[in-house]
C-alpha cells in the first residue's frame, strides 16, 4: 500500500506540474527576488564597497585608470556608475544592482537547466540557486561577484544553446544513410532532432545559430571586463566542446563546421578584450598571493560546505553530505541517457574547473571562495539532474517489484532534493540574524565618533582604502589619517607622520583592518603605544576601533617600586601615573612594570579598574602586556615588561576619592583570576594600587 500511496501521490505531482508548468519558475523567480532584496540596506557597507562607490563616482577616465591599477577590471564599476544614476549612492540603491543581477542568474539558471535536463530539473537548479546563502550573501554587496555568476550562467546558457543548435543543425544537414530512407526511419530521425530539448530551433537554425554565437562572445567579453577568475568559465567551454566533438565523433554525427562557429567566436570575445589585455596580465601575474595554508581536505570540506549549504552554514555535520552526493552519483549516471553525454559533462566540467582552478594556483583562502559562484551555479544543475534521474527511474531493486523500486526512488529523490534545500534555508536565516556574519559595521564606528568627538581628536585610518568607506558615513570634524599612504612599505615615513599627528592631538581613534596587507610590521600601532596609552579597544565585525589618550611618553623606570606576586612566577616590580588626579572625562595613563621568574606557560590578560568610592567598577582597560604587543609566553626570566594602560574617567564620575586596581586572568578563562599575595602576605586576586582623587 506504501509504495502504491507514494507512486499515486508522485504520478499526481508529475501530472500538475506538466499542466501548470509556468507557476513553478515564477515562484522561485520571487522567492530569489524576496530574499535577495529583504533587509538590503540593514548592515552598513564595509571597505570593498566603499572602494566601489569612489570607484564609480569619478569620471570614466579616471575610472578605467583607477581600475587598471587594481586586482579588478573595470566593467562592473561602470555599470554601477550608470546604475546609481538611476538608484541613488544609499545604501539601498548601492546593493539592488547586485540583488537584481543574483534574481536574473536564478532566471538563467532555469533556462540553463531547461536546456541541459527539462523543464522541472530546470526550476529545481533555479530553486537551489535562490535559497544559497552563498549566492545571496554575495548578491546584497556592492562588488562584482554577483556579476560574474550572472554573466557566467548566462555565457554557460548561451554556449549549451549553441551546442543544441550545432547538434540539430549538423544532424538536418547530415545526407540519410540507405537504411534511413524509409518512411519509418526518417520519421524517427526528424524525431530525435526536433525532441523537447531542440525545439528552440527552427528551419531557420543555421541564423540563430549566428546570433547565439555573437552573443555568446559579447557575455564572454563582459565576463573577462567583469572579473580576472572568468577565464576559467571559458576554459570549461574549451573543455566541454572538446568533449561533445569526441562525443559526436563516436556517434559518426559530423562536427567540423562547429570547430569553425567556436573558433570565430573566441576569437571576437579576445578581439573585443584586447585593449585590457596587457593590464589584465599584469595585475594577474603581479598580484600578491594571499592563499593560506591549510590541509586539502579541510580545504575541500569548506568548499564543499559553501556551494551545497552556503556560508552561513556553520560546520555541517559529515552526514549532511551524504544527500548531495546521492543525487551528484544519480546525476553522473544518466551520463549514458538520453540527456546525458555533454549535458551532464558541461556542470560537473564547469565545476572541477572554477573549483580546481582555485586550488592549483593556491589562492585558497575564505576570502577567495566568491570566486566559486559559478561553480554553485553548476552544482545546484547536477542536484537537479540527479533528482529528476531518480524520479524517473525504471529499474528494479533487487527483489522488489518494478512499482516498488521506482516508488523508493522517488521517495528517496523527494528526501534528498528537500535536505539540500532545508539546509539552504535554515543557513539563509542565520546570514540575516546570526552577528557573525554580519559585515563590518563602519557606519557604528562613525556614529560612536560623531557621539563623543571633542577639540584635539583625530582619527587614523590604518591599512588599505578605509577612507572610502569611513567617509561615506562620517561627517565630524576630526582630522582624518589614511595609512600607511599608497601601498604602504615606507615604515620610516609612516612612523613619522603618526609621531607628528601624535604632537598635535589629545585623543587618537585609530581603526584597524588588513594591516598585514599594507602595515605587515604594525608601524601605526607601535608608534600609538610607544607615545600614548591605550584607553578602548572595540571590534565591529572585523574591524577594531583602538582609541588612545595622548598624556606624553610613558616613562621608562616605576615612580613607585613594589614587589607584588601574581600566581607562581609573575611579578609587578612598579608602576607610574600620569597625573594625580583627574575630571570626568579625563584619561588617566597607567604604567606598569613586569617581571617574570620563569617561563610562563600560559597567556594572561592585565586588567586596570578604576573603583568609584563605594567600591563598583567604574572605568577598565583590559588587554594583553604593551598593549598585546607582548604575550606572558613569550617574556624570558627577569626580563622587564612596560605595559601601558589608559583608563578613561566617566563623564558622569561623581567628585570623590577612586582607587585604581590591577587584576590577572588567563587569556582563555578570564573568570579565574590569578592570586595575588604583597609583602605582608595579604592575599586576594585584585591589587588596590592608588587612589586618585576625581574633581
Aim: glycine share 8%; charged share 15%.
Amino acid at each position: 500500500m506504501t509504495e502504491q500511496w507514494i507512486g499515486r501521490w508522485s504520478r499526481q505531482i508529475a501530472d500538475v506540474l506538466r499542466r501548470h508548468a509556468w507557476p513553478a519558475p515564477a515562484i522561485v523567480l520571487l522567492l530569489a527576488f524576496a530574499v535577495r532584496f529583504h533587509a538590503l540596506e540593514a548592515q552598513s557597507l564595509w571597505n570593498d564597497e566603499g572602494n566601489s562607490l569612489r570607484l564609480a563616482e569619478r569620471s570614466v577616465a579616471d575610472l578605467i585608470d583607477a581600475a587598471g591599477r587594481d586586482i579588478h577590471p573595470a566593467g562592473y564599476y561602470l555599470a554601477l556608475k550608470g546604475w546609481i544614476a538611476l538608484a541613488g549612492t544609499s545604501e539601498l540603491g548601492l546593493r539592488s544592482l547586485s540583488a537584481l543581477q543574483g534574481t536574473l542568474t536564478v532566471a538563467l539558471t532555469v533556462a540553463l537547466g531547461r536546456t541541459l535536463f527539462g523543464g522541472a530539473a530546470g526550476t529545481l537548479a533555479g530553486l537551489f540557486v535562490a535559497l544559497s546563502p552563498f549566492a545571496v550573501y554575495y548578491s546584497q554587496e556592492t562588488r562584482m561577484y554577483a556579476q560574474l555568476a550572472l554573466l557566467s550562467a548566462a555565457s554557460m546558457a548561451l554556449f549549451a544553446r549553441w551546442l543544441a543548435g550545432a547538434s540539430v543543425g549538423a544532424y538536418r544537414n547530415t545526407p540519410l544513410r540507405e537504411s534511413e530512407k524509409s518512411p519509418q526511419r526518417r520519421g524517427e530521425r526528424r524525431g530525435k532532432a526536433e525532441d523537447k530539448y531542440f525545439r528552440f530551433f527552427s528551419a531557420s537554425s543555421a541564423s540563430l545559430r549566428f546570433r547565439l554565437a555573437l552573443a555568446l562572445a559579447l557575455v564572454n567579453a563582459a565576463g573577462l571586463y567583469t572579473q580576472y577568475s572568468f577565464p576559467f568559465t571559458l576554459l570549461a567551454q574549451g573543455v566541454l566542446f572538446v568533449v561533445w566533438i569526441i562525443w559526436r565523433s563516436r556517434a559518426g554525427r559530423p562536427w567540423r563546421g562547429a570547430v569553425t562557429g567556436f573558433a570565430a567566436l573566441n576569437l571576437l570575445t579576445l578581439a573585443l578584450f584586447a585593449p585590457w589585455l596587457p593590464t589584465a596580465w599584469k595585475q594577474v601575474t603581479t598580484w600578491p598571493r594571499t592563499g593560506e595554508d591549510l590541509a586539502l581536505g579541510e580545504q575541500m570540506r569548506t568548499v564543499l560546505t559553501w556551494l551545497v549549504y552556503g556560508n552561513t552554514a556553520g560546520a555541517v555535520a559529515l552526514l549532511q553530505f551524504l544527500w548531495p552526493g546521492v543525487l551528484w552519483l544519480a546525476a553522473l549516471g544518466s551520463a549514458r541517457g538520453r540527456a546525458g553525454g555533454w549535458r551532464v559533462a558541461l556542470p560537473l566540467i564547469w565545476a572541477t574547473i572554477v573549483v580546481g582552478a582555485l586550488f592549483a594556483s593556491g589562492a585558497y583562502r575564505l576570502a577567495n571562495l566568491k570566486f566559486l559562484l559559478p561553480a554553485q551555479v553548476a552544482l545546484a544543475l547536477l542536484l537537479a539532474e540527479g533528482t529528476r534521474r531518480l524520479w524517473d527511474w525504471g529499474g528494479r531493486l533487487l527483489l522488489l517489484s518494478t512499482r516498488q523500486s521506482r516508488a523508493i526512488a522517488r521517495l528517496l529523490a523527494l528526501v534528498c532534493a528537500a535536505q539540500v534545500a532545508l539546509g539552504n534555508a535554515q543557513a539563509l536565516d542565520a546570514l540575516y540574524t546570526d552577528p557573525a556574519y554580519a559585515r563590518a559595521d563602519y557606519r557604528a564606528i562613525a556614529a560612536h565618533l560623531m557621539s563623543d568627538e571633542r577639540p584635539g581628536d583625530a582619527v587614523i585610518l590604518d591599512a588599505p582604502n578605509q577612507v572610502e568607506v569611513f567617509s561615506y558615513y562620517y561627517r565630524g570634524n576630526a582630522p582624518v589619517y589614511p595609512l600607511p599612504r599608497g601601498l604602504g612599505g615606507d615604515d620610516a615615513a609612516t612612523q613619522a607622520e603618526v609621531t607628528a599627528i601624535l604632537g598635535q592631538s589629545r585623543r587618537i581613534f585609530a581603526v584597524f583592518w588588513g594591516e598585514d596587507e599594507r602595515d605587515p610590521r604594525r608601524v601605526v600601532q607601535a608608534t600609538l603605544d610607544a607615545g600614548a596609552f591605550p584607553v578602548a579597544s572595540t571590534w565591529y565585525g572585523d574591524v577594531r576601533l583602538a582609541q588612545y589618550a595622548v598624556l606624553g611618553p610613558a616613562p621608562d623606570a616605576p615612580a613607585v617600586t613594589l614587589d607584588v606576586r601574581f600566581g607562581e612566577a609573575l611579578h609587578l616590580t612598579g608602576y607610574a601615573l600620569s597625573a594625580p588626579a583627574a575630571r570626568p572625562g579625563d584619561a588617566l595613563g597607567v604604567t606598569l612594570f613586569w617581571t617574570a621568574d620563569a617561563p610562563l606557560p600560559a597567556r594572561y590578560k592585565v586588567s586596570v579598574q578604576l573603583l568609584a568610592p563605594d567600591g563598583t567598577l567604574s572605568a577598565q582597560h583590559d588587554a594583553e602586556p604593551a598593549n598585546n604587543l607582548a604575550p606572558t609566553t613569550t617574556w624570558m626570566p627577569g626580563q622587564v615588561v612596560k605595559d601601558t594602560h589608559g583608563v578613561a574617567v566617566p563623564l558622569t564620575a561623581p567628585p570623590g576619592t577612586y582607587t585604581l586596581a590591577v587584576a590577572v586572568y588567563p587569556l582563555d578563562t578570564p573568570q579565574e583570576r590569578l592570586p595575588v599575595r604583597t609583602e605582608d602576605a595579604r592575599r586576594s586576586d585584585l591589587l588596590p594600587l592608588a587612589s586618585l582623587a576625581v574633581r
